[in-house]
């Protein structure tokens, strides 16, 4: 294999990496909705921080499509927690084995 040709496959792995990166990191944000008492919930950080940090047990959210759900907090935080967890488990799985992808 010549340098150039050997320059061209990293740079082709180097590209594939992003790409497949980038389709990974859609589809988790995809996979961490969560559906709770007939709404649909993103589970980020700020929303396991909000349910954390507030006092009451009972609490309306805004779910992915506006519409005001009501929310027993603990039980809500105690699934998003599990979710999260599990979500960015799995992507840290994947996003390792595309790593390891493009260094062979």
């Not at 992003?18 to 919930?41: M, P, V």
């Amino acid at each position: 294999m010549t340098e150039i040709e050997s320059l061209v496959t990293q740079i082709k792995q180097a590209t594939d990496y992003q790409i497949n990166r980038q389709i990974l990191r859609e589809k988790i944000q995809t996979d961490l909705t969560l559906a709770y008492n007939n709404g649909l919930f993103a589970v980020k950080p700020e929303l396991i921080a909000f349910l954390t940090t507030w006092p009451d047990d009972q609490v309306f959210l805004e779910d992915s499509f506006g519409n005001p759900v009501q929310i027993n907090r603990l039980e809500f935080l105690t699934l998003c927690q599990q979710h999260y967890q599990t979500v960015m488990n799995r992507w840290h799985c994947q996003h390792e084995e595309i790593k390891h992808a493009r260094k062979v």
